[in-house]
């Protein structure tokens, strides 16, 4: 069986969805400020790595863990929420089908606790 990342067109359709994704989120104003100051070159490589390793791809991700990473900055489930729908909506730009869409949000979901604080918890569905 192929990967979501063999399916989704590997990392040519990455290296084009996430520049996209990344437009989408600094142009929404709820989400732009988490960004002020950042690298946007070096976040879209990490994003690209993570993403590719998350969805099978050949090579391991070698950043900082995703709970390390969003630790402490303030992300609310509904910045969580936010950020999955453009990045959903970014691949669904690209071609992706419903079912590859289905296969990412499925991949993504489980990390809003260790991302957002007011998450549900994935252990005991409370906050």
């Known amino acids: 069986m192929s990967t979501l990342y063999d399916r989704i067109g590997g990392h040519e359709t990455l290296e084009a969805v996430v520049p996209e994704f990344?437009?989408?989120v600094l142009a929404d104003d709820a989400l732009a400020g988490f960004f002020a100051g950042v690298n946007m070159r070096r976040q879209i490589s990490k994003q690209i790595?993570?993403?590719a390793a998350a969805m099978?791809?050949?090579?391991?991700?070698?950043g900082p863990s995703i709970r390390q990473a969003?630790?402490?900055?303030?992300?609310?489930?509904?910045?969580?929420?936010r950020v999955t729908l453009h990045?959903?909506?970014a691949f669904q730009d690209a071609g992706?089908?419903?079912?590859?869409?289905?296969?990412?949000?499925a991949l993504l979901s489980p990390l809003?606790?260790?991302i957002a604080t007011?998450?549900?918890s994935a252990l005991t569905g409370q906050r």
């Open 96 to 105: 992706a089908t419903s079912a590859q869409i289905s296969d990412i949000v």
């Open 22 to 24: 990344y437009d989408r």
């Open 87 to 89: 990045l959903i909506t």
């Open 49 to 51: 790595e993570f993403l």
């Open 56 to 62: 099978g791809g050949p090579l391991p991700y070698r």
């Open 112 to 114: 809003a606790a260790d």
């Open 70 to 81: 969003h630790r402490g900055r303030g992300i609310s489930i509904d910045h969580f929420n």
């Open 118 to 120: 007011d998450a549900p």
